[in-house]
């Protein structure tokens, strides 16, 4: 049997998959409100008032998840020398030649890209949502940042849609990843090849 090395706790794991499915079901009933040809979309959520009525209560679901996901590994997202040097050689990365790179921590530059870039559209889609959450809070903002906010709100759900489908084609690209999620631990082989500082680390009984 291969050694396993724990990468999230239950809680983390928890919390990660009620981001993800809050998430999905937003994308879905968010883009059926968006454009009549994916009107059809809101059958998911029972149709177009109840995707009307839910979609903003599964907002606030997924973005007060997704702050207590996000404070739990904001520090260990911090972009650092290392990191940027490693993109500079994400050709040696990609064509697996891994001698002489920097070591990798918990997560290498993409993930962490894709980190900010959430936190920054999620943070843009709760506050815009609220804005044009109506009958509740849109009478109290004027009409020009009601129309800014539905914009914006638009172009970060655009945003936050793209980085999701990169984030699952990576998870299932990196083999051995989906396992952290689903069972909390990875292999330490795994660990090992994509992020060695991050396993001695937790070698050293730190996490
Ligand atoms: C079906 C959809 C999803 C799948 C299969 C999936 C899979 C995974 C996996 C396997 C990891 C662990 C990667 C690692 O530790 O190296 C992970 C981490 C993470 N996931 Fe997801 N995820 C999904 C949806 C989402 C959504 C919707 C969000 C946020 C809106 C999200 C945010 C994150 C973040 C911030 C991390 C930690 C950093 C990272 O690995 O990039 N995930 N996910």
């Given at each position: 049997m291969s050694e396993h090395v724990k990468r999230y706790t239950p809680q983390e794991r928890t919390n990660h998959w009620i981001i993800a499915i809050s998430f999905i079901l937003l994308a879905i009933s968010g883009l059926a409100l968006f454009h009549p040809a994916f009107f059809f979309l809101s059958s998911l959520l029972g149709g177009g008032t109840w995707?009307?009525?839910?979609?903003?209560?599964l907002g606030v679901v997924m973005a007060v998840a997704f702050f207590f996901f996000a404070i739990g590994m904001w520090s260990q997202n911090r972009i650092t020398a290392a990191d940027r040097e490693w993109r500079k050689r994400l050709g040696d990365v990609l064509c697996n030649k891994t001698q002489g790179l920097p070591e990798i921590g918990k997560y290498n530059i993409g993930q962490k890209y894709m980190f900010w870039t959430l936190?920054?559209?999620i943070a843009l889609l709760l506050v815009s949502g609220?804005?044009?959450w109506?009958?509740?809070?849109t009478p109290l903002f004027p009409i020009f940042l009601v129309r800014l906010a539905a914009l914006l709100h638009a172009v970060a759900g655009f945003v936050a849609i793209l980085a999701i489908i990169i984030h699952i084609y990576?998870?299932?690209?990196?083999?051995?990843s989906i396992r952290a999620m689903t069972r909390g631990t990875v292999t330490a082989a795994w660990a090992r090849h994509h992020h060695p500082a991050w396993y001695k680390d937790v070698s050293k009984g730190n996490r």
């Open positions: 995707s009307r009525i839910l979609h903003p209560f936190v920054i559209s609220i804005a044009i109506q009958p509740w809070f990576s998870a299932i690209w990196v083999k051995g």
